[in-house]
């Protein structure tokens, strides 16, 4: 059970008890195709099967097929585990508009610490 007690969806129930737990990855099977459980299930398997944010990564697009959503979901998953100071530092140098970037985190953090959650 899940939120509210509803049963989650079987695929992604598969993927929570570790369908992705396949050493061989893409000759196992794993694939990041444009559905999202497919490129869910292979983000997941990048995020289990390796040891940094770049070796992941790499990982991850490599599966091939839909490899932009497949990263995406991959670094949101990786970002969180690793955070910010893991990330290639050559990466970090080559995002545009680093510090528009940099305010408007800190303006979503500031307006997330004024919300007040009424349960």
Known sequence: KWLKNDPLDSEIENIAKGSFKKEKGYDAG?????YVVNSLEAAVWAFW?????AEGALAAVNLGDDTDTTAAIYGQLAGAYYGFRKLPPEWVDCVYSKRFIDCLCKWIAYEGSQLHFNN
């Open 30 to 34: 794993i694939r990041g195709k444009g």
């Open 49 to 53: 099967s390796t040891h940094s944010f």
